[in-house]
């Protein structure tokens, strides 16, 4: 069982920053993946960026590589996104999703219905 609790999430101008933070309770395996989804009013839940616990490997959506990063402390159980010249667009709930499977290739970490579990949400605006 994991539970997953995101924090971080606020308003900021365009151009700006923000670190979201995910933490994690239940033991966390160096296999698990972990990733952020996002969702914007009327739109689907799409992906944002994952990593495998381990540490070893990352993959992130096209729309956010260059301005974003996914990281974690395995110490302190905590999964980030950093979030780097932000645009409007990147307007959206962005949610904390972890993975139990066994293992999971990189190009099908984007996949929603990989992961078991997932936080409730935290809000982030981008405004112009």
């Known amino acids: 069982q994991v539970q997953l609790v995101e924090s971080g999430g606020g308003l900021v101008q365009a151009g700006g920053s923000l670190r979201l933070s995910c933490a994690a309770s239940g033991r966390i395996f160096s296999r698990y993946v972990l990733g952020w989804f996002r969702q914007a009013p009327g739109k689907e839940r799409e992906f944002v960026a994952a990593i495998r616990w381990s540490g070893d490997t990352t993959y992130y959506a096209d729309s956010v590589k260059g301005r974003f990063t996914i990281s974690r402390d395995s110490a302190m159980n905590t999964l980030y996104l950093q979030m780097n010249s932000l645009k409007p667009e990147d307007t959206a709930v962005y949610y904390c999703?972890?993975?139990?499977?066994?293992?999971?290739?990189?190009?099908?970490?984007?996949?929603?219905?990989?992961?078991?579990?997932w936080g409730q949400g935290t809000q982030v605006t981008v405004s112009s």
């Open positions: 999703a972890a993975s139990t499977a066994m293992y999971i290739p990189a190009q099908a970490m984007g996949v929603a219905n990989r992961y078991d579990y």
